[in-house]
């Protein structure tokens, strides 16, 4: 059983619906990240958050939103998505942002994400 | 922007047989990670490395940080079916707090 859990496991919506991904960390962890898998693309970093912090916004459109509510829990909030968002949406949580260099880092299964 | 280029793109082998991928950058790192990413799943993490030369095994699996530090490889012996998946090359951008990672070679296994 997975410590990082993403739902919804699958999504689509159309361009102008509204809808969110959630992610929950049950291990205490303090730092907690979106990164976006696109076919035959590396991992990108989206959003980082540090102690529910925003510390890194990666150049990220405005139609993504995110938003982390407590340590444990982190949603990505999405409005007037293009057909090119669609992706896999991952979620990790590390012990702090140190985890960069161990590369403790947690991922969650994905949201994959079909926009219409 | 920066880079992490993984060759080959993809694999597709015989059960028992042994995998060599490696990973190059541009730029300096002086940390190198390994990670796959089974069907269905998130990155795991398989080796950290941290030292110019530094060879490090987890398993069958054996990785090593190049001596130029703008590259890293990563070895499989004796592959099994479960080791399906991608696996990517990752490291931290110098002076930044971001984790980028590698374009992934995927790996095929047949019995």
């Known amino acids: 059983e997975t410590g990082v859990t993403q739902t919804p496991r699958h999504l689509v919506m159309g361009m102008t619906n509204k809808k969110s991904l959630k992610c929950e960390q049950h291990?205490?962890?303090?730092?907690m990240y979106w990164y976006k898998q696109s076919a035959k693309k590396p991992l990108e970093l989206m959003f980082v958050?540090?102690?529910?912090?925003?510390?890194e916004n990666n150049s990220v459109p405005s139609r993504f939103s995110p938003e982390c509510p407590n340590s444990s829990h982190l949603f990505l909030h999405l409005h007037t998505l293009q057909p090119e968002d669609s992706a896999l949406y991952l979620c990790?949580?590390?012990?702090?942002?140190?985890?960069?260099?161990?590369?403790?880092?947690?991922f969650g299964e994905g949201s994959r994400l079909t926009v219409l | 922007g920066q880079q992490l280029n993984q060759s080959p793109q993809s694999m597709f082998i015989q059960e028992g047989e042994d995998v060599s991928m490696n990973c190059t950058s541009s730029s300096i790192f002086n940390t190198w990670l390994w990670y796959k990413q089974d069907p269905g799943e998130g990155p795991v993490l398989l080796i950290a490395l941290y030292k110019a030369g530094e060879l490090t095994s987890n398993g069958r699996l054996t990785a090593q940080f190049g001596i130029t530090r703008k590259d890293s490889f990563l070895n499989i012996s004796a592959s099994i079916p479960s080791d399906v998946g991608i696996y990517f090359c990752?490291?931290?951008?110098?002076?930044?707090?971001?984790?980028?990672f590698g374009t992934g070679t995927r790996l095929q296994v047949f019995p």
């Open positions: 990790a949580s590390s012990q702090d942002r140190g985890a960069i260099y161990t590369g403790e880092l947690f």
């Open positions: 291990l205490g962890h303090n730092a």
């Open positions: 958050y540090s102690l529910e912090e925003r510390v």
């Open positions: 990752a490291g931290p951008l110098y002076n930044t707090d971001k984790l980028i």
